[in-house]
């Protein structure tokens, strides 16, 4: 059950919520946002008695029963989509966002070079990885702190936002220092020291779904960051494990559908990380497009034969600027039907 509270509820309003919740036998658990308390009510008790008592109270907008698993997160809880604004754009409105860079800071140059060329064809944001979750313990780990003070200077330099991954909950203070969206690695999905600590943050997560997780996983773990008090949140589908071999990881493409009907939040595409070869990469990024997804998170590195990880799926300049150009007819196609999606959902 989750109870929405009218804006500016007072404080006795909602603490009388909360103890008709706990009397209900519930525990209670509550998002205090910046203009609105949400309650939500876990446990086992009597749900139409309980719901009906709540919705007479002064106070409640409105309280509803969530069938799903996941409460905060589900499209039975908010209907409309989420927007996430981030230094000007909105994820999960009416723009399509590409979000791309290499797949490490290496050095200066080379993250000062990326950025440059990815805003000059479009994108909004600079990834690059400053703390690298590797394979191997011999393989680079990359630059850590200088690492995002090399990405603030991107930032800098171009305007671009900044989204770096963040690996253990007690670097996420310092990373959320640097970057403006926070990215969660696919190893990382469950790892819910982090998961709770991100739920303290004030910065947007982008939480990538685990090589082996299922979709029902995923909306788990971004369950965690919001009921842990931030609803800031984006889903991206990367890729999953499966017996193929031709490609890094099999692009689940319908998970963004799918997705799309469970929850609210903003879905991105990863088609990097999906594929694992450059060649692949602009076609899966169409799909991405034309499926709905509300933006993509792209591999591009200045000299991809030079890259410390992810060379093989990295695109070069060039053919980023190719990528960006065919994707606009798609990009046109998905403006108009997320209008007229949009413009529904007003009614
Ligand atoms: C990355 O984005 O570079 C990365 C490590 O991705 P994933 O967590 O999806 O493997
Ligand atoms: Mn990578």
């Not at 909105?90 to 200066?108: L, N, Q, Y």
């Not at 093989?312 to 997320?338: G, H, N, T, V």
Request: proline share 4%; with cysteine.
């Amino acid at each position: 059950m989750i109870v929405s509270m009218r804006l500016h509820a007072t404080k006795e309003e909602v603490d009388a919520v909360r103890r008709r919740i706990e009397e209900f036998g519930y525990k209670v658990h509550s998002i205090e946002g910046e203009e609105r308390v949400v309650i939500g009510a876990v446990g086992i008790g009597d749900v139409t008695q309980c719901l009906e008592s709540l919705e007479a109270m002064p106070g409640v907008e409105k309280a509803v029963r969530i069938s799903a698993p996941y409460k905060f997160v589900s499209r039975e809880f908010r209907p409309a989509k989420t927007e996430i604004r981030v230094r000007g754009v909105t994820f999960g409105g009416e723009e399509f966002i590409v979000m791309a860079g290499p797949c490490s800071v290496e050095g200066e140059r080379q993250i000062l070079e990326a950025a440059e060329i990815v805003a000059r064809e479009g994108a909004k944001f600079l990834r690059g990885g400053a703390f690298k979750p590797r394979t191997s313990p011999y393989d680079f780990q990359g630059l850590a702190l200088e690492g995002l003070k090399l990405l603030d200077k991107a930032r800098q330099a171009t305007g671009l936002g900044i989204i770096t991954e963040v690996m253990s909950d007690g670097d996420v203070e310092m990373v959320a220092e640097y970057a403006d969206i926070l990215q969660i690695g696919a190893r990382n999905m469950q790892n819910f020291a982090l998961l709770k600590a991100l739920g303290k943050c004030r910065r947007p997560v982008l939480l990538k779904r685990g090589m082996s997780s299922t979709i029902k996983e995923l909306l788990m773990s971004a369950e965690y960051i919001v009921a842990h008090g931030n609803p800031q949140v984006m889903l991206c589908e990367r890729g999953i494990r499966t017996f193929e071999t031709a490609t890094r990881n099999t692009c689940d493409l319908a998970a963004i559908a799918a997705l799309d009907e469970l929850t609210h939040l903003p879905l991105i595409l990863d088609p990097s990380h999906a594929t694992g070869k450059r060649s692949l990469v602009p076609a899966v990024a169409r799909a991405g497009v034309a499926i709905g997804a509300d933006g993509l998170l792209v591999e591009v590195h200045p000299a991809p034969e030079k890259a410390m990880s992810d060379g093989a799926q990295s695109l070069d300049p060039k053919q980023f600027a190719a990528m960006m150009r065919d994707l606009q007819p798609y990009i046109e196609l998905w403006k108009a039907q997320r209008a007229r999606r949009l413009a529904a959902q007003a009614m």
